[in-house]
Structures are given as C-alpha cells and as structure tokens.
C-alpha cells in the first residue's frame, strides 16, 4: 500500500498569543558551522546551528505553550501521527531565525563547501562568480532563497509517540512587507527545516530512498537527533518518504519551518 501522504498543519487559531520568544543567542560564529551533505540534492544537515545553551533555554520556555495533541485516529490520505504541537504564524521570529544565524549565510552563499571542499568568501582561483553561485542555488533550493515560512511549527515528541512514513507538502504562501514600503511577495516553500532541541532514546527522521537500477535495495538513511542540529530536506515533488521513529525514552523538541522562494 503506497504511504499516506501528510497534508499541511491547520493554520493557527487568530487568537493565538504571539510568543515571547528568547532571544536567539548565544549562537556560535558561522564561520565554525557548516551545511554538511547527508545526501547531496536532498538532505543537509547544521550541526550546532543553536548552542546547547539556546537549546535548553527554549525547551524550557516552549514547555509552557499551549501545545496540542495530535488527533488518535487520522483524517483519510493522513500519516498517523502521535505528538504534542504548537503553531503560529511570526514573520518577524522567522526573519530572526533565518538572518540572525548562520542559515542565511550556508543556505545562500556557503552550500557548497563541505561538498568541494573550499570556501567561496577565499579568492584562490577556485571561487566561481556570483552569478554562477546564485543559480546553482537556484536550482538546489528551487529558487532563489528568500527567508522561512512565516509559519513556526513546535513538535513534542514523548515516549511512545511518533509520525508515520510520509512526504511533506509545498505550499504556497505570500511573504509580508519587511517595511511599509515594500510588498508583499508571493511565495512557495521547498525544503523543510527541522531544528532538534534536544536528544532523546529513539525519535531518529528515517528517509527512505527510492529503489535505482544501480541499488535496487537502497538502506534508510537514520537522523538521530542531536541538541542544536538543523536538518534540511526538500519537500514538495522531490520529497523523499520519512518518518519520524517512536521515541522511546525521554522528549524530542523540534522547531519547524520551511525554506521559501519566489512563486
């Protein structure tokens, strides 16, 4: 039977309280980050994207959120899914998310270092022009990147709970004015960001990858979760199957968003 599919989260409830996030800090310097290929094209991984101090300050205050228990049965063509969540929409959170850290420097400029094994900011005959670093992020990204989706998602995973094998959905979206002089922009989102605030026993993302004439019997590809990792996979058309193992000892906290770019 062909996996179900996972629809988007509902949207958030109008009278949902914007949070009081803390702020994003301290955060380690992006030149000690790097946006590590788990597979090239589909799966990148920031370790220590936040300090385990971060992390631990917003597993604390995310504890006090009004989450919600997924449903016990799923709606039709839906992944059974078992956890706790809270969602909002917050530009101005995903714009801290996205400039304030390392991402919007790795996802934009530095994509490709750990890959070829060079840094882009160093003119040593081996960095290509700007254009030709723009489009390639263009086509690895689905377009230019813009920034995050609006849309911050928190995941509570306790002992027991998990999320059934699925594929994440693009979305279509329009990105507020950054100032009162701008406009809107319409937008789509491409890959999906996962953020582990804390480990746990369990709890691993598992990708499965499609079966080649080269590898008819590809192995899964497990992401334990590790304090402060960011994990980047594409969505949409070219979204892998992946589920989200049961955890079996302790909590796995997970902030989500999504890459977006142009619609």
Not at 35 to 45: A, E, F, G, W
Not at 92 to 110: I, P
Not at 179 to 192: D, E, G, I
Not at 211 to 236: F, K, Q, S, W, Y
Request: charged share 25%.
């Amino acid at each position: 039977m062909a996996p179900k599919s996972k629809k988007p989260d509902p949207k958030p409830q109008p009278k949902t309280t914007t949070p009081n996030w803390p702020p994003l800090r301290p955060l380690l310097p992006a030149a000690d980050l790097t946006l590590t290929p788990l597979l090239t094209d589909q799966i990148y991984l920031i370790r220590n994207f936040l300090s385990g101090t971060l992390c631990k300050t917003y597993a604390s205050y995310l504890a006090s959120l009004p989450l919600t228990t997924t449903p016990g049965a799923p709606k039709k063509d839906e992944a059974l899914r078992v956890n706790d969540r809270f969602q909002i929409d917050d530009a101005r959170f995903a714009e801290m998310l996205w400039s304030t850290t390392a991402l919007k420097e790795l996802v934009t400029t530095r994509f490709e270092e750990d890959e070829y094994g060079y840094d882009h900011a160093e003119d040593d005959g081996t960095r290509s022009s700007s254009s030709a670093l723009a489009e390639r992020a263009r086509q690895l990204w689905g377009g230019e990147p813009l920034g995050l989706n609006p849309n911050i998602r928190i995941y509570r995973y306790s002992a027991g709970q998990f999320f059934g094998q699925h594929y994440d959905d693009a979305n279509n979206l329009t990105l507020p004015p950054p100032n009162s002089r701008s406009k809107a922009t319409p937008a789509r989102t491409t890959w999906t960001l996962l953020v582990y605030l804390t480990s746990c026993t369990g709890g691993e993302t598992i990708f499965y990858p499609e079966p080649t004439r080269a590898n008819r019997n590809p192995e899964p590809i497990a992401v334990a979760p590790e304090v402060g990792m960011a994990l980047l996979h594409r969505h949409g058309d070219h979204c892998m199957i992946h589920e989200g193992a049961e955890v079996t000892g302790g909590e796995k906290w997970v902030l989500r968003s999504d890459l977006v770019v142009p619609r």
